[in-house]
């Protein structure tokens, strides 16, 4: 059985996984996984974790793009060894690599190494170019979200709402929602001492 993975990074690239679907469609898949997850997040690519389950002996993963798949190597190889330890093959469409042989199992590893390689490059390459627009002083990063809510973290928070709650319903990180309540009692603190 042919089993198709889809995923893009955001929720605003439908059109992107529709391609993909459609795509493994025309390629043969019976049964496809599609998820909308950033290639960072590997905890929380449940629809991958699902196909690697659902995959039998004899079956082969397909996957449009080999970034589509995996995030890195270790990734890549980490994902193979689940589906050797299966018997299942992979197929990548756009390389027209397939692993059920030997020189597809070669030239996927390869080109996971070169893909990674390139990576670290260009996020090397990001990194200068930050580093040199800080130094002329035109780099600011970014706005901060959570803080330009203090007042409504803070009114919340006295309403008895918790700070998992507050986080959801202003859709910023718990974290933040923590240090602003933190920032806010010990300005208290200095005040009453």
Known sequence: MLIGYARTSTLDQKAGLEAQTRDLETAGCERIFEEQVSSVDVAQREKLAEALTFAREGDTLVATKLDRLARSVAHLVEILGQLEAKGVALRIL????????????????????????????????????????????????????????????????????????????????????????????????????
């Open 94 to 193: 756009d390389m027209g690599i397939d692993t059920s042989t030997p020189t597809g199992k070669l030239m996927l590893t390869i080109l996971g190494g070169v893909a990674e390689f390139e990576r670290e490059i260009m996020l090397e390459r990001q990194r200068e170019g930050i580093a040199k627009a800080k130094a002329a002083g035109k780099y600011r990063g970014r706005k901060p979200t959570a803080r330009a809510r203090a007042d409504e973290v803070l009114e919340l928070h006295r309403n008895g709402v918790g700070g998992t709650e507050i986080a959801k319903r202003l859709g910023i990180g718990r974290a933040s929602v923590y240090r602003i309540i933190n920032a806010a009692d010990e300005a208290k603190a200095e005040i009453a001492a």
